[in-house]
């Protein structure tokens, strides 16, 4: 949880509801973020901008109070989604309806492997096995912590291993999908005018679809509402326009500055072992899924690219980024993250009863 903002003398009478020691910090902030994908993308870094600000923002949290507007990365998600939606056709729709049984396996896969983890990581980290099994089971940074409380488990240690585990996700998967190449020429959409009222319009629009998901509850609503909005409206008339680079890449910014505002010192500080843990479990498991996401794309008609994004155990919106920044088939790595969590909401509850049922920990 974020500490209470301090409150600070009012320096401009003439504005006194803005707290300018924290505007400041806020545009530092957003200035390093930028400066940091600026130069990843000079070097043609995957998800450069993502992860330039990843980066540099953490760096800077070592030694300077950083600070980001509250809503920042929901906007971000907004728009994100909101392009991304466009790609979607009635040939596209139809190919991620036919791949829904692969979708739900992989989901089903990826859930059992992380909770095989369970055991190794709460015997090398120290935790107490009902806590372990929210840590190992990738079912997000979101819903893992609402799932954990539910189980009296502490979600102190889940979020962090969570946050750890979608860090590395970011910095990792790309450079393989990179080497792998690109995806299914019929996923890439087609160049669009940008039209700046349409562009406003739709982006309102698309920011109400989030606040109805929202109001419902439902997990990730900044980038489902919009893009689900945006699938509808394209496959239907078209898409209304396109989107410019710089509002891609900046909101690109506010999602990697959101993650790396997060591994401030006393987060990091917190649990040496824990987070050692966390990094080892979780490249244990990219490696384990991605032989597993190897072979269903040997016995399927599915680019290796796609299924490799659909099964890493990473968000759904980081993930749905990385395929739009790479050129893979956005709409298939979504439906596969959409099945995940789906199945994480439904299921996870289910296999931490059976895990304790089955004798591996004594009941509390």
């Not at 089903?108 to 107490?128: D, N, V």
């Not at 010192?265 to 490249?283: D, E, P, Q, Y």
């Not at 794309?297 to 155990?313: R, S």
Request: charge should be positive; charged fraction near 10%; proline fraction near 7%.
């Amino acid at each position: 949880m974020s500490a209470s903002p301090v409150r600070s003398p009012v320096t401009q009478p003439d504005l006194p509801g803005i707290r300018w020691p924290v505007l400041l910090r806020q545009a530092v902030t957003w200035v390093v973020a930028g400066i940091g994908g600026y130069l990843c993308s000079l070097i043609h870094l995957p998800l450069a901008w993502m992860i330039g600000a990843l980066a540099f923002s953490s760096v800077l949290s070592w030694g300077f109070a950083v600070s980001l507007p509250a809503r920042g990365r929901a906007l971000a998600l907004v728009v994100l989604g909101t392009s991304f939606g466009t790609g979607m056709t009635p040939t596209v729709f139809l190919q991620v309806l036919q791949d829904l049984p692969v979708m739900a396996g992989c989901a089903l896969l990826t859930l059992t492997l992380g909770a095989a983890l369970t055991r190794p990581l709460a015997r090398f980290s120290g935790l107490e096995e009902r806590t372990a099994f929210f840590c190992a089971v990738p079912g997000g940074v979101t819903v893992m912590p609402i799932l954990a409380e539910a189980a009296q488990a502490d979600t102190r240690p889940v979020t962090l291993s969570q946050t750890v585990r979608m860090v590395l996700v970011v910095l990792t998967i790309p450079l393989g999908v990179t080497a792998l190449g690109g995806g299914d020429a019929v996923f890439l959409a087609t160049a669009t005018p940008v039209r700046p009222l349409a562009l406003v319009l739709f982006l309102i629009l698309a920011l109400g679809a989030a606040l109805l998901i929202a109001r419902a509850r439902v997990s990730n609503p900044w980038i489902l509402g919009p893009l689900i909005f945006s699938m509808v409206v394209s496959a239907s008339v078209g898409p209304p326009t396109g989107f410019p680079h710089w509002l891609i890449n900046l909101a690109q910014v506010a999602m990697g500055a959101g993650l790396g505002v997060k591994l401030n010192r006393g987060f990091v500080m917190s649990s040496h072992r824990l987070l050692a843990v966390s990094a080892i479990s979780t490249l244990i498991l990219i490696a384990l899924l991605a032989s597993v996401a190897y072979a269903v794309a040997q016995l399927t008609d599915l680019d290796v690219p796609v299924v490799l994004l659909g099964m890493a155990p990473g968000g759904t919106p980081e993930m749905v980024v990385t395929a739009a920044a790479l050129g893979v088939a956005v709409p298939m790595v979504l439906g596969f993250h959409l099945v995940r969590m789906l199945a994480s909401n439904l299921l996870i509850g289910p296999m931490w009863r059976l895990y304790r049922a089955l004798g591996h920990v004594s009941p509390s």
